[in-house]
């Protein structure tokens, strides 16, 4: 599954394994200990980088920076970062840094590149360059590196398009005393669970408000947590909905269009909780951004009904469904795979410049979607409607058991003829596969661009023309008599922000995969990207319209490690980005499921306010995000993406704040106390702390 990456990943892999590398000297041939020794680190094992995937094959090629050549060096796309182990052997590190140009990137302006390089030993900074852009020269470096235990090259990317930032180290040496220098990875953590146990009395968490369409289908699942069994009650539910005492489901026909305030009782051997929950009906769905499961990077390929089913399940007894996940969505593969002699054979006329598969085939993109998959039958029936592949033998049933646990179900289709892992999509059929979607009983689409582009090959489409597929499957998905959440994915192309609301989205990814990993250290520099990236979007993202930075990559078969699990989860929440996990459901061990379902990290993301978080504060590796939440009080997480324990502060006037603060740190649901004028903490590697602060009263205890 790892081998499989959207469509502009695999384009750019395409143009970047044109070139081969060619090494200097290898690292076996050094000479012995006790002699002075020149070391290229490209012949360093640099599957120990971690780099953001786009477009950063961990490469030792030739390079180019500002039209100079360099025969030898490595390049990583930041944020990037590679150790090396040199055990007080080495005497210096020299290179030439710059930002390479050597890559026509596809879609992506190189010029917006701007990277701050770093050389860091043994918990500090030893050199430190400027903001490097397209425009800098090769800048040298050379660095005193004697005594060094464990030397660091670090690029942290200081821009939005992080796809441009590909950091070049040309030439790059170490000079040691014949010692072998060795390529490492990171110490990881010991995983500490930060988040109490919850109480076994009842807990309402969030979300605590709720839209749908009026005469639409109604169903929602009240996130409490505590012992079962639990009983519920609900006062001043609308005329068409009901709530079942015993389940805590509400649902029924949504009423006409309000604002319905509710309140909620629920009630266990061991006490009682109530609140109200806000019931919108109207044309605006999706509130608060989704919370779920995506199975892509669980089961990729190979995914089948009984899968989504026992996900579903885990979804209920692991206790999430308790914190507000309720989508079980299947990803690509669910349909016919039909390989390469697939034509569209349907009416092409609604658009403005139709192609026939076949044609698009033709185009100078030469990816072909593979051979067809034997016993999957006919792509579509006689009329045209999408088949499901014998793995899923009956959708109404599977979504039919997914509504009755209190959850809902999402699919997934392309608007181009082939989905990203060569299934049918839904090209020139929009209509017909949105109404087979809702006959289903789908309650989210996850629309993924893959190979649409293949309609202008090799040009690419204007902002008009990507606009397009969305505003046709939007328009086919109103007309459903059901709620069915759009979520668009094409991995950011055309600031997709700036379109994506008034297209129908309620939620658009901004990068691209994650989860499209290259060496074994990735995931991380990935998240960080795509997350930073975010910084400037908030005015795009509100109630209804998400910006979406993809799945959350947790938990085992992903190499987080605790801290970076949760800086993940603090960035999402702080982001307002969906919530949608990955990982395998029946396999969630209990740091992981303590880093989804901590109710107080998330109100952050699922509060009404909708209010996604700024940067607020950026120093070097030290970064500070903030977002106002609807009470008035705000969440600050203080980040260190850097590669030692480091203090990050902030001042209250950086947040606007002019009185004392009370402070809570919300992994730990714990009181900090009241703070006069800033709040420094030690962070971690890659860790982060999250705080709720509010103005603190005169009653309140100072610090
Ligand atoms: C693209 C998307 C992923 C996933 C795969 C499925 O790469 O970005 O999230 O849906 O396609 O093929």
Redesign the pocket.
Known sequence: MMK????I?RIIVLILCMFTPGLALSADETQPPGNKTVIPVSSLDLNQMSLTFIPGVPMKRPLRIQGQNFADGIWMCAHGFLHIQLDGHGSKFTAKVGIDDSIPLHMTDMKQAAVVFYVQGDGRDLWKSPVMTPDSPPLPVSVDISGINKLVLLALPINRNYAANIADWAEAQLETDGYQPKAVSPEREAGEILTPAPPQAPRINAPRIYGARPGHPFQFLLPVSGERPMQYKAKGLPKGLALDAATGVISGTAPKAGAYKVKIIAKNSLGKDSNTLRVVIGDTISLTPPMGF?D?YSY??EVNEDDMLNCARAMIDSGMSQYGYSYIGI???WMVKPGQDYEVLADDSHYADPKTFKEMMNTTYKLVPGEAEPGHGKPRDEQGRINSNPKFPDMKAMTDQIHAMGLKAGI?S?PGPI???G?VGSYLYEDQDAQRFAEWGFDLL?Y???YYGWRWAPELPSSDQMKEPFIRMNEALKKQPRDILFNL?Q?GLGDIWEWGEPVGGHSW?TG??I??VITGNSYYSNMVSVALSENGLDKWAGPGHWNDP??LLIGKRFNVSPNEAYSYMSFWSLLCAPLIYSGRMDQLDEFTLNVLCNSEVLEVNQDPLGQQAKVIKREDYRCVLAKDMEDGSTAVGLFNIGEFETTVRINWKDLGFKGPMKVRDLWRQQDLGVFEHEFEKTVPRHGVFLLRLSPASSSDKKE
Not at 4 to 7: E, F, R
């Open positions: 499989h990456t959207s469509c990943a995506n892509w990729g390929m990803d690509d593969a997934y392309s989905t990203c892992a299934f996850k993924d661009w893959c994915c991995y990814r691209n995969d989860g499209a993809d799945y």
